[in-house]
């Protein structure tokens, strides 16, 4: 497989590149980044892109999957209409020039609550975004994760989101059964359920809530 990651520098974009790199059906991992970063292997190529600008000619030809993890925060966005540029423009786009290379498969990141019609911003973003790709992009296999809390390592310190993470992780032994939605999950877990998508064959189009990213992850071959 041949797949091209968007996002790389996030949180669950490193998780995913690094799974990439050590996973034997991947044959080419395709990185776009705004500037090289420090991931180094025989079967990386990264190309620097501005989403501002991109075009067809930087997505390379017969690529298999998109893996979109696109996304920033208002507090890094520093306005509304910056986060929407990011959270949905930039990952409208990036589809759109996915099906025009007739990618088999686009999965993208999302956020549990994502809704158009919240009276949230954060959700109301994504949920437009969510609806595009299932409903105007029209292409045949697009998969949508939503997960919890994100567990892990982040560049920007979030204090709120420290503070929940502490919570969570003490409590998360509580949510099982019907709860499992709700429970933080580490954001190498929603990198192995995007790669574990990859190589299924599923098909459709499709939103995966939270408990099912632990049980996509926990797939073997």
């Known amino acids: 497989m041949r797949v091209l990651i968007a996002g790389a520098s996030g949180m669950i974009g490193r998780e995913l590149t690094t799974l990439c ?22 079967k ?8 501002d600008t991109i075009s067809e000619k930087d997505i390379p030809e017969k ?29 409208v786009e990036l589809a759109n020039l996915a099906k025009f ?14 809704n158009r019609k919240s009276s949230m911003f954060y959700n109301r973003v994504k ?30 310190y979030r204090l709120g989101e420290k503070i929940a993470t502490v919570l969570m992780t003490l409590i ?23 790669m574990n998508l990859s190589k299924m064959n599923e098909s459709g189009r499709r939103i995966l809530l939270n408990d099912a990213l632990f049980t996509i992850a926990e797939a073997t071959d």
């Open 63 to 91: 690529i298999d999957v998109v893996y979109c993890c696109l996304g920033t925060t208002i507090k890094k966005a520093k306005t509304r209409e910056r986060f929407r540029q990011v959270d949905f423009e930039y990952v």
């Open 127 to 156: 949920g437009e975004m969510e609806d595009y790709l299932m409903n105007d992009l029209k292409m045949d296999n697009v998969f949508i994760l939503r997960p919890s809390l994100l567990l892990g390592n982040r560049e920007e």
């Open 21 to 42: 790199m050590n996973e034997p059906k991947i044959d080419r991992v395709f990185m776009l980044v705004r500037k090289p970063m420090a991931f180094e292997h025989d």
């Open 44 to 51: 990386l190529h990264q190309i620097v892109v501005d989403y």
């Open 101 to 114: 290379k007739k990618v088999e498969k686009f999965i993208a990141i999302s956020a549990m609550g994502a």
């Open 172 to 194: 998360n032994v509580m949510f099982i059964g019907n709860l499992r939605m709700y429970k933080a999950i580490p954001a190498k877990t929603v990198a192995k359920a995007m």
